[in-house]
């Protein structure tokens, strides 16, 4: 999997920014957005209390769609 950093996205490429802010912001909101590449529903991975290792984002069930994400704990 590909990490991502949003703060490389913004100078490369702000409109995939953006895309994937959208994203996030709809899967947040409950909304159900699909993978573009297997159609599955994006989920939402919240962390986990203790488990530091664990990824935190938003990815399909198939994993070929991920953004990570940091969550303020
Ligand atoms: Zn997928």
């Not at 100078?11 to 895309?19: A, G, L, Y």
């Not at 996030?24 to 297997?38: A, F, H, M, R, S």
């Not at 159609?39 to 953004?67: E, H, M, R, W, Y």
């Amino acid at each position: 999997m590909q990490k991502i950093d949003f703060s490389d996205i913004n100078k490369t490429s702000s409109k995939s920014f953006h895309e994937q802010r959208n994203i996030i912001k709809k899967v947040c909101l409950g909304k159900k957005v699909l993978c573009p590449k297997c159609q599955q529903a994006l989920k939402l991975l919240p962390p986990v209390k203790g488990d530091n290792d664990k990824k935190t984002g938003v990815s399909c069930v198939k994993g070929c769609t991920f953004i990570e994400l940091e969550f303020e704990m």
